[in-house]
Nanobody, 126 residues
């Protein structure tokens, strides 16, 4: 079991930046592949980014590649999502998720992840 708590959301103007954090407690953090997802009002939850256990491999959704960066600090049991050049369409609740074992072909799917945080709201104004 691992407990995940997101933070860092808020209101930002278009073109601005935010850094989300997800703190993990429980089993060894470095044993999990970590991902970020988001859900906008009236839409399904969608994949944002995934990072491997050691932090050496990353995978991004097309809509965020080049603007968002996922990273992790295993010593601090935390995964981050740096979001730059934010757009109003990035407005959503952002969730972090942990996968015990993952096939990278499945990294963009919710079912690949075993544990989820409660989410943090990000609102981008135009």
């Amino acid at each position: 079991q691992v407990q995940l708590v997101e933070s860092g959301g808020g209101l930002v103007q278009a073109g601005g930046s935010l850094r989300l954090s997800c703190a993990a407690a429980g089993r060894t953090f470095s044993s999990y592949t970590m991902g970020w997802f988001r859900q906008a009002p009236g839409k399904e939850r969608e994949h944002v980014a995934t990072i491997s256990r050691g932090g050496f491999t990353t995978y991004y959704a097309g809509s965020t590649k080049g603007r968002f960066t996922i990273s992790r600090d295993n010593a601090k049991n935390t995964v981050y999502l740096q979001m730059n050049s934010l757009k109003p369409e990035d407005t959503a609740v952002y969730y972090c998720a942990a996968a015990e074992a993952i096939n990278w072909d499945s990294a963009r799917y919710e079912y690949a992840y075993n544990f989820w945080g409660q989410g943090t709201q990000v609102t981008v104004s135009s």
